[in-house]
């Protein structure tokens, strides 16, 4: 019979097809993906990799594919899916069959239009980005990176280590405060002053200068400064990798909210017997829908739905989602869903090191701690439950 077919080979769909191994499932599975490399890891490439410490990205060594008879095609892209006859078409043509299709596609990087062919100009997602950019990068003295993200924040840091001056350009008022808040960015956007990057916020790049070479050289800003740079990282965020799934009838999120693959609090999308999981899918949790871009996410939904697409019971556990961002000689961490909109109580201060908490009607909804991985670590049953933030102050005064 068909094999399950998991399509993307990054993180979430590696995961989804170790957690069918783990489950007991002794079918056929096959993991599509069209980048060449194995499954590999994301979060070293904005850190150690780019910054030369290390080579291995590496998940799983090839003999675990084999031990566990997971089937990998790689450097095939998938084109399309027809959902009434259960087949996939490959770019190179080919037709598979699958039983139950898994979708973890993943983010593509959002570009500047125009900039492709200026040579020094980069974005980051993949390994080959990673590659080209770390090449480009022994060679430059002047970075400027464009979008004060995650991404945009690590490569700054890492930039910093190498040596390389870095200017840091981003149209919100504070680094990461579409995601942390304006709070919190100011405490983002003093740690990265401090080790020496020119942070530009409330600013924009309207074109990039060329030389004849076709190379960059520099940028011109919203507000009419002018800057030499011989790098340049757009790091603007990324669109989920669904082009794929036009004419499918498989409903995707509206653009404008993120878009993405509809799915539910099991990855169940709008199509018998398709899945969607990662960075990719749109998931419902409790009243809203939202894509989730981080690491320790992919792993658990792939957990969520193999327990359903193997008729399982649903776990009942609450879970507090987590992510971390490592930039110089701190760990941000967040446990729980920090919103900007949210109030943010900052507890606890020292040099770079903060801890604070983010509450929405008086109740706890996330813990982000900057250099405080104990702290942040045992709060998590208090976001497990309704805490009124009121009630922890209280404790910690
Ligand atoms: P991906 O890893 O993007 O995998 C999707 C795969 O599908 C890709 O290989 C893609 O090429 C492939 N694909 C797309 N379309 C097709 C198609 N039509 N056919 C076949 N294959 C296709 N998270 C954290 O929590 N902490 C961090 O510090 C952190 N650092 C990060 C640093 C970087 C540079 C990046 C890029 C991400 C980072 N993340 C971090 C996020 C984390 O890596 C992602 O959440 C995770 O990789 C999501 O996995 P995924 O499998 O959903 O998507």
Not at 154 to 164: D, T, V
Not at 168 to 178: D, R, T
Request: aromatic residues 6%; proline residues 5%; charged residues 25%.
């Amino acid at each position: 019979s068909a094999p399950i077919v998991i399509v993307g080979a990054g993180l979430a769909g590696l995961r989804t097809a170790e957690e069918l191994r783990r489950a007991g499932y002794e079918g056929g599975v096959l993991l599509v993906g069209d980048e060449a490399r194995p499954p590999y890891d994301r979060p070293p490439l904005s850190k150690q990799f780019v910054r030369g410490e290390t080579d291995d990205t590496t998940l799983r060594p090839p003999e675990f594919f084999t031990e566990k008879n997971i089937e990998l095609r790689l450097g095939t892209a998938v084109a399309r899916v027809d959902t009434a006859a259960r087949t996939l078409t490959l770019a190179d043509g080919d037709t598979i069959a699958y039983d139950q299709l898994v979708i973890a596609t993943g983010l593509r990087p959002r570009r500047l239009p125009g900039v492709e062919e200026v040579t020094g100009v980069h974005v980051l997602r993949a390994h080959d980005d990673a590659e080209s950019l770390r090449a480009d990068l022994a060679a430059a003295q002047r970075a400027l990176i464009v979008g004060a993200g995650f991404i945009g924040c690590e490569l700054a840091a890492s930039f910093r280590a190498a040596g390389k001056d870095v200017t840091l350009v981003e149209p919100q008022p504070a680094p990461l405060a579409s995601v942390l808040g304006e709070q919190i960015g100011g405490y983002v956007a003093r740690m990265h002053r401090d080790h020496g990057v020119d942070l530009r916020c409330g600013v924009g790049v309207d074109t990039l200068r060329v030389d004849v070479d076709g190379h960059v050289r520099g940028a011109l800003l919203s507000d009419g400064s002018d800057i030499d740079a011989d790098l340049v990282v757009i790091g603007i965020g990324s669109v989920p990798a669904t082009d794929w799934l036009a004419g499918s009838g498989i409903e995707l999120a509206d653009p404008t909210a993120g878009g993405g693959v509809l799915a539910d609090e099991l990855g169940r999308t709008s199509a018998e017997g398709v899945w969607a999981v990662g960075d990719v899918a749109a998931w419902r949790y409790g009243d809203i829908r939202k894509r989730v871009e981080h690491w320790t996410s992919a792993g658990e939904q792939a957990k969520l739905v193999v327990t359903a697409l193997l008729g399982g019971a649903a776990p009942t556990a609450a879970r507090v989602p987590y992510f971390w961002s490592d930039q110089y000689d701190v760990k941000i961490q967040a446990l729980g869903t920090p919103h900007p909109a949210d109030e943010v109580t900052v507890v606890s201060e020292d040099g770079h090191k903060f801890l604070a908490y983010y509450s929405r009607d008086g109740i706890l909804t996330a813990v982000l701690g900057a250099g405080m991985t104990a702290q942040v670590m045992k709060l998590r049953a208090k976001l497990a439950a309704p805490t009124p933030v009121a009630d922890l102050l209280a404790a910690t005064s």
